[in-house]
Nanobody, 122 residues
Framework: QVQLVESGGGLVQDGGSLRLSCAAS?????????MGWLRETPGKETEFVAA???????FVADSVEGRFTISRDSAKNTVYLQMNSLKPEDTAVYYC???????????????WGQGTQVTVSS
């Protein structure tokens, strides 16, 4: 089993920055899982944001390209999402996820955290 705990959400003004963290415990190392972030907004489908595989290049959604960066500290079992130039449309609950890789730019979201709210005010 894998447990994921997010932190770092909050309220920020348009154009501001936030860094989300996700601490993982369990069998992430044994399974060489890909780590990623999803977000949910009421009335909209869950949106993929970014992912970083156990080995290989990270990848992000077109909607956040150039603004968000995902990174992974395997020694700390932690994945980060640095969010810059935030916009009101980035407001959502952000979920950390972990799962098997699905091709060079995909992942299965086998495990989810509890979510952290990010609100960007205009």
């Amino acid at each position: 089993q894998v447990q994921l705990v997010e932190s770092g959400g909050g309220l920020v003004q348009d154009g501001g920055s936030l860094r989300l963290s996700c601490a993982a415990s369990g069998r992430t190392f044994d399974q060489h899982l890909t780590m990623g972030w999803l977000r949910e907004t009421p009335g909209k489908e869950t949106e993929f944001v970014a992912a970083v595989p156990w080995s290989g290049a990270s990848f992000v959604a077109d909607s956040v390209e150039g603004r968000f960066t995902i990174s992974r500290d395997s020694a700390k079992n932690t994945v980060y999402l640095q969010m810059n130039s935030l916009k009101p449309e980035d407001t959502a609950v952000y979920y950390c996820s972990a799962g098997r890789a699905a091709g060079p730019k995909g992942m299965m979201h086998d495990y989810w955290g509890q979510g952290t709210q990010v609100t960007v005010s205009s």
